[in-house]
T-cell receptor
Framework: AQSVTQPDIHITVSEGASLELRCNYSYGATPYLFWYVQSPGQGLQLLLKYFSGDTLVQGIKGFEAEFKRSQSSFNLRKPSVHWSDAAEYFCAVGRANDYKLSFGAGTTVTVRA | DGGITQSPKYLFRKEGQNVTLSCEQNLNHDAMYWYRQDPGQGLRLIYYSQIVNDFQKGDIAEGYSVSREKKESFPLTVTSAQKNPTAFYLC?????????????FGDGTRLSIL
C-alpha cells in the first residue's frame, strides 16, 4: 500500500517570504505525483504534476516542486508568497497500473502581512 | 467554460433521510469520482466510475450509493445507513481511469445533520 505524509499541518509565512511544503510518500517504484491547492469552501485545483524526466517541475501561480527519489519526497516551493496563496495544499500520489490517488492530510498556509 | 458543477453547495439531512448530491461535468471525461473530506484527513474515495453504467466501491462506500446513467452525471446518495454523514463532499473527473490522469474537481457540497 502507498501512503502520503505531509508533516506540517499548518505553516504561517510572511508575505514576500519563501514557502516550502513537504510531502513524503512510501512506494517502491517512481510514483505519479501531484500538488493541489484548495481555497476555503472550494474544490481542489491542480498546481503541478510529475511523472518522469526533469525532477524540478514548474506549475501554475509561480509554484515549483522537486522530486527526490532518495528521500521519497516531492516538496512544493514558492520563492515569494502572496496573500492570495493562503489556502490548504494537498500532495497526492498514484502508482502505475492503478486508478487510485492517495492524498495527504493537507497543509494549511496562512500568510501574514 | 468546461468544468464540474456540484449542487447544492449546502445540504442538511434529517435523521433517517436519504439525500442526493448532484455532480455534472461537461469535460467529456470518462472517469468520475466521489470523495469525502474531513478536517485533517485529506480526501477519501467513496465511489468511482470508469464509464457509463459502471461504478465501483472505493475505500469508504458503506452508507453511500451512486449511479452513472449518463456520461455527464454521477450523483451520490447518502443513505440513512451512513451514521456520520457530516462532511464536505467533492466530485472529480478525469479523461480516463488512471492514476496518471489529473483529476478535475467541483466546488463541493457541505452536508450537515439537522
Amino acid at each position: 500500500a502507498q501512503s502520503v505524509t505531509q508533516p506540517d499541518i499548518h505553516i504561517t509565512v510572511s508575505e514576500g517570504a519563501s514557502l516550502e511544503l513537504r510531502c513524503n510518500y512510501s512506494y517502491g517504484a517512481t510514483p505519479y505525483l501531484f500538488w493541489y491547492v484548495q481555497s476555503p469552501g472550494q474544490g481542489l485545483q491542480l498546481l503541478l504534476k510529475y511523472f518522469s524526466g526533469d525532477t524540478l517541475v514548474q506549475g501554475i501561480k509561480g509554484f515549483e516542486a522537486e522530486f527526490k527519489r532518495s528521500q521519497s519526497s516531492f516538496n512544493l516551493r514558492k520563492p515569494s508568497v502572496h496573500w492570495s496563496d493562503a489556502a490548504e495544499y494537498f500532495c497526492a500520489v498514484g502508482r502505475a497500473n492503478d486508478y487510485k490517488l492517495s492524498f495527504g492530510a493537507g497543509t494549511t498556509v496562512t500568510v501574514r502581512a | 467554460d468546461g468544468g464540474i458543477t456540484q449542487s447544492p453547495k449546502y445540504l442538511f439531512r434529517k435523521e433517517g433521510q436519504n439525500v442526493t448530491l448532484s455532480c455534472e461535468q461537461n469535460l467529456n471525461h470518462d472517469a468520475m469520482y466521489w470523495y469525502r473530506q474531513d478536517p485533517g484527513q485529506g480526501l477519501r474515495l467513496i465511489y468511482y466510475s470508469q464509464i457509463v453504467n459502471d461504478f465501483q466501491k472505493g475505500d469508504i462506500a458503506e452508507g453511500y450509493s451512486v449511479s452513472r446513467e449518463k456520461k455527464e452525471s454521477f450523483p451520490l446518495t447518502v443513505t440513512s445507513a451512513q451514521k456520520n454523514p457530516t462532511a464536505f463532499y467533492l466530485c472529480a473527473s478525469s479523461t480516463e481511469l488512471s492514476s496518471n490522469q489529473p483529476q478535475h474537481f467541483g466546488d463541493g457540497t457541505r452536508l450537515s445533520i439537522l
